[in-house]
T-cell receptor, first 114, second 115 residues
Framework: AQKITQTQPGMFVQEKEAVTLDCTYDTSDQSYGLFWYKQPSSGEMIFLIYQGSYDEQNATEGRYSLNFQKARKSANLVISASQLGDSAMYFCAMRNYAGNMLTFGGGTRLMVKP | DTGVSQDPRHKITKRGQNVTFRCDPISEHNRLYWYRQTLGQGPEFLTYFQNEAQLEKSRLLSDRFSAERPKGSFSTLEIQRTEQGDSAMYLC?????????????FGPGTRLTVT
């Protein structure tokens, strides 16, 4: 069974500063993918970034980067230069190679202060 | 290229009534997923289709729930004899039929309130 843990229910960050959202996972599979989604108040889940378990380099997408530490089973999301529009719920999720469903964590609510 | 669409966006129903939701995936995506998200929680997997075949169902999908994808395009999720515990956001997602691990693209969801 897979499990995702997000230990920060809510976080504040000052506009233009960087913030790290924590995610730890548990799986017995060797091949899997880790995903981060953003969910604004409108409800839609927006894909942000993906990291494969065999990728040697940390994934980056614009202001988003993923700090992947495989031995520690962590996949933290780093948002650089926070903007007011980054205020939302953020979910970490994983899927193994053979499976089809995403397993989500409980989410972190990020609030960006002006 | 339009994204995943869901209809209706909101549904209020009385306990015991039946409801049906529709999902239209991205046109070239063969895989379609349904998730349920209750307030303050992450989405939970309900079921998965590859083309018209329903290949996986969660134990969360009780016998009051049924999902179809008759022509491998749009999908419907029906809940019979709704209960207050069914109140949630129902999310649909799609992804292409490719090898490897690809992200799932989500629709805006249908928020169900059972009174």
């Amino acid at each position: 069974a897979q499990k995702i843990t997000q230990t920060q229910p809510g976080m504040f960050v000052q506009e233009k500063e960087a913030v790290t959202l924590d995610c730890t996972y548990d799986t017995s599979d060797q091949s899997y993918g880790l995903f981060w989604y953003k969910q604004p108040s409108s409800g839609e889940m927006i894909f942000l970034i993906y990291q494969g378990s065999y990728d040697e380099q940390n994934a980056t997408e614009g202001r988003y980067s993923l700090n992947f530490q495989k031995a520690r089973k962590s996949a933290n999301l780093v948002i650089s230069a926070s903007q007011l529009g980054d205020s939302a719920m953020y979910f970490c999720a994983m899927r193994n190679y053979a499976g089809n469903m995403l397993t989500f964590g409980g989410g972190t609510r990020l609030m960006v202060k002006p | 290229d339009t994204g995943v669409s869901q209809d209706p966006r909101h549904k209020i129903t009385k306990r015991g009534q039946n409801v049906t939701f529709r999902c239209d995936p991205i046109s070239e995506h063969n895989r379609l997923y349904w998730y349920r998200q209750t307030l303050g929680q992450g989405p939970e997997f309900l079921t998965y289709f590859q083309n018209e075949a329903q290949l996986e169902k969660s134990r969360l999908l009780s016998d009051r729930f049924s999902a179809e994808r008759p022509k491998g395009s749009f999908s419907t999720l029906e809940i019979q004899r709704t209960e207050q515990g069914d109140s949630a956001m129902y999310l649909c997602a799609s992804s292409p039929l490719l090898q490897g691990l690809y992200e799932q693209y989500f629709g805006p969801g249908t928020r169900l309130t059972v009174t």
